[in-house]
T-cell receptor, first 115, second 114 residues
Framework: NAGVMQNPRHLVRRRGQEARLRCSPM?????VYWYRQLPEEGLKFMVY????????ESGMPKERFSAEFPKEGPSILRIQQVVRGDSAAYFC?????????????FGEGSWLTVV | GQQVMQIPQYQHVQEGEDFTTYCNSS?????IQWYKQRPGGHPVFLIQ?????EVKKQKRLTFQFGEAKKNSSLHITATQTTDVGTYFC??????????????FGKGTKLSVKP
């Protein structure tokens, strides 16, 4: 039973380039969440998606960041025109259909380095 | 806004000693989750607490939820080197935040000396 799958695990981008991070939820899970973790910090909620819907994007920066979870395929977190401050670990998490409890299960993360 | 404070921020113990981390919220919580993150790793779900005064045990780990549901603690008995990592409490965001919108503090970083 595969867990939450994220790729790439490590990504290096030059300033101004685009970064795309992908996430496939656990089998049977249709709720996806993206979190960001800066070095030596806790995780910060970014966005909550269900298939083809953004449910809560209250933690997303207003510019350059977008997320989607299409009907088919993985969820994508897209960062345009990356800057050094975007360097962080980006964790995707998922939870089951209809689960009203707040337990979520994290993937192994994607480490973005902007040079 | 809602704040979650964890203390201590760092804890160094000798293997075999006990360890406790405390989590305090500025608001009353509906529930709280605990996660462990190994160095370079991802957060791993440990437990969820829901009821006032709830106590749950997992082998050497004991989790408590305060009577007022504004604080929680994690106690590890006789630490082992495998306990090394950062322990986070994570309550849901207040003010009608969506499910899965959890508030993580900075965590307590535990190191264990063999």
């Amino acid at each position: 039973n595969a867990g939450v799958m994220q790729n790439p695990r490590h990504l290096v981008r030059r300033r101004g380039q685009e970064a795309r991070l992908r996430c496939s939820p656990m089998k049977g899970h249709s709720h996806v969440y993206w979190y960001r973790q800066l070095p030596e910090e806790g995780l910060k909620f970014m966005v909550y998606l269900q298939k083809e819907n953004i449910i809560d994007e209250s933690g997303m920066p207003k510019e350059r960041f977008s997320a989607e979870f299409p009907k088919e395929g993985p969820s994508i977190l897209r960062i345009q025109q990356v800057v050094r401050g975007d360097s962080a670990a980006y964790f995707c998490a998922s939870s089951p259909v209809g689960d009203r409890i707040n337990t979520i299960y994290f993937g192994e993360g994607s480490w973005l380095t902007v040079v | 806004g809602q704040q979650v404070m964890q203390i201590p921020q760092y804890q160094h113990v000798q293997e075999g000693e006990d360890f406790t981390t405390y989590c305090n919220s500025s608001t009353t919580l509906s529930n709280i989750q605990w996660y462990k993150q190994r160095p370079g790793g991802h957060p791993v779900f440990l437990i969820q607490l829901v009821k006032s005064g709830e106590v749950k045990k997992q082998k050497r780990l004991t989790f408590q939820f305060g009577e007022a549901k504004k604080n929680s603690s994690l106690h590890i008995t006789a630490t082992q080197t495998t306990d090394v990592g950062t322990y986070f409490c994570a309550p849901p965001s207040a003010g009608g935040g969506s499910q899965g919108n959890l508030i993580f503090g900075k965590g307590t970083k535990l190191s264990v000396k063999p």
